[in-house]
């Protein structure tokens, strides 16, 4: 495989695919100023329906589209035509999906990047070599879960550490796809479904307290825009100082003063519980990605 001109085709291009797909773009190959010239040039997508297909299809830049062909119901018909299979389908269709004919050769000797949290790349492997029987070559899988900052190019993606029968220049390729986006991140393979509700899941649920301070805020006579602009800036605040190596517990008390307005809602919260929530969020989740997928 070399590293240059590969067409990647998004088997399910909703809305984590097409979130990859429009970051990529919009990194790459906007006013593109970089030295070396990108692994990638074309891209492949279907959708399950005609009505997704052309909702994506109007989602690309027009100074994208000539390198984004967007069809539906192809999902053969893409894995033959690409270099490089992104599966951005949901995790419980792998088995129609990949056991389907023509896939094993379709996806013979191929990189294959898996999006589907709770599946294992092994088991992948099997629907795949199960779907028909031949001596072909191998894909070779890899499991990479991006989060819902992937369109603004800031996700932290989890990449489960592959095995060293991945050649380096596939490797390469999943690092630079993922880089377009923001962060990668290795984990083996008992960690990615923690890994998985970290960068992923338990992002929405990050959302939650953010709708309460709004709903306090405008109880209290702030309009919810402005209130929804302090919260922001106060996010990216938090964030920097996180980033500098301040622990939260400590980031905590040295804004709670005496007295203060700060312990008085730290104290309402720790009443509530609303830590080990959190945590059971968490687990409860990567629970639920381990259990056996019909």
Known sequence: MALSNQTVGFVGCGNMGGAVLKGVLDSAFTNNNAEKPPPISNFIATTRSEA???????????????????????????????DVVILGFKPFMAQDILSGPGVRGALAGKLVISMLGGQPPENLADIIRSGTPGDVAEPFLVKAIPNMGAP???????????NESLPALMLEIVEWIFNQVGKIWYLPRELTDVGSMLTGASL???????EGLLDGAVAEGIKRPEAMQMILQGLKGLTAALESGIHPAVLRESISSPRGCTIQGLLTLERAGTRSDFADALINGTRHFQQPKK
């Open 204 to 210: 929405a649920a990050m959302t939650i307290p953010i």
């Open 152 to 162: 603004f190019r800031q996700s932290m993606t989890m990449i489960e550490t592959p």
């Open 52 to 82: 997704s297909a052309e909702k994506l299809r109007a989602s690309i830049p027009a100074e994208h589209q000539s390198r984004v062909k967007v069809v539906h119901g192809q999902s053969v018909e893409v894995m033959r035509d690409a």
